[in-house]
T-cell receptor
Framework: DGGITQSPKYLFRKEGQNVTLSCEQNLNHDAMYWYRQDPGQGLRLIYY???????QKGDIAEGYSVSREKKESFPLTVTSAQKNPTAFYLCASSIRGSPTDTQYFGPGTRLTVL | QQQVKQSPQSLIVQKGGISIINCAYENTAFDYFPWYQQFPGKGPALLIA?????SEKKEGRFTISFNKSAKQFSLHIMDSQPGDSATYFC???????????FGTGTSLTVIP
C-alpha cells in the first residue's frame, strides 16, 4: 500500500528543545517537500528536495533544517531558533518535482511547544 | 507576500446548492492551477487542476473556471453534499519553478 507516512501524529516540545519530524514515502518519488500550515495562512513551503543529498530552502526555512540521505526519507528538524514552532507540519512528495506534478501529502504532524 | 489570494475564508452552503471559491494571482508566469481538498486532521489531496490554455475544466460535480485576462480562477462545486465539507486550497506554479504557491484556504460547510 503506497503512500506517505509521518510520525508522530502529535508532538509536544518544551521551549529550547530541538525536535525531528519523520517523513517516509514508498512511492518511489524523487521530490519531497515540507510545509507548515497555520490557521488563515494556508500552506507555506519550508524546504524541498528533488534528489538525494540535495535540498533547497523554501519561503520560511529559518529555524528549520532537513536532510535527504535516502530517497524515501526526508526528516525535518525544528530547532530552538524557530520562534513560533507550534503548527501543523505536512510532508509531501511528487514524482519528479516538476511544477505540474501532483503533490501527495502525508497525514501531518501537529507540533505543540509547551 | 501572498502570491495567490483566496476568498472567502469560510463558506456555508445548503445541501444541493452551489459552492464557489475564488482565487486571484498577479504573477503572469504562473501556468498551472490545482485545487486541493483537505479533511480535518488529514493532508490535502489533489481535487482538480487546470492550465491557462482552457477557460473551464469539469470533473464530476467540480468545475474550475479560469479567466486569464483577469488573472482569476474559481472552483465551483455543484449539488454540494455534506461530504464536501472540508478546507479547499487553490494553488499556482510556474513551469520554471519547483514549488506551488498556495492560497490561504476556504473552510466549506455544507448543511444537510
Amino acid at each position: 500500500d503506497g503512500g506517505i507516512t509521518q510520525s508522530p501524529k502529535y508532538l509536544f516540545r518544551k521551549e529550547g528543545q530541538n525536535v525531528t519530524l519523520s517523513c517516509e514515502q514508498n512511492l518511489n518519488h524523487d521530490a519531497m517537500y515540507w510545509y507548515r500550515q497555520d490557521p488563515g495562512q494556508g500552506l507555506r513551503l519550508i524546504y524541498y528536495s528533488q534528489i538525494v543529498n540535495d535540498f533547497q530552502k523554501g519561503d520560511i526555512a529559518e529555524g528549520y533544517s532537513v536532510s535527504r540521505e535516502k530517497k524515501e526519507s526526508f526528516p525535518l528538524t525544528v530547532t530552538s531558533a524557530q520562534k513560533n514552532p507550534t503548527a501543523f507540519y505536512l510532508c509531501a512528495s511528487s514524482i519528479r518535482g516538476s511544477p505540474t506534478d501532483t503533490q501527495y501529502f502525508g497525514p501531518g504532524t501537529r507540533l505543540t511547544v509547551l | 507576500q501572498q502570491q495567490v489570494k483566496q476568498s472567502p475564508q469560510s463558506l456555508i452552503v445548503q445541501k444541493g446548492g452551489i459552492s464557489i471559491i475564488n482565487c486571484a494571482y498577479e504573477n503572469t508566469a504562473f501556468d498551472y492551477f490545482p485545487w486541493y481538498q483537505q479533511f480535518p486532521g488529514k493532508g490535502p489531496a489533489l481535487l482538480i487542476a487546470i492550465r491557462p490554455d482552457v477557460s473551464e475544466k469539469k470533473e464530476g460535480r467540480f468545475t474550475i473556471s479560469f479567466n486569464k485576462s483577469a488573472k482569476q480562477f474559481s472552483l465551483h462545486i455543484m449539488d454540494s453534499q455534506p461530504g464536501d465539507s472540508a478546507t479547499y486550497f487553490c494553488a499556482a506554479s510556474k513551469n520554471t519553478g519547483n514549488q506551488f504557491y498556495f492560497g490561504t484556504g476556504t473552510s466549506l460547510t455544507v448543511i444537510p
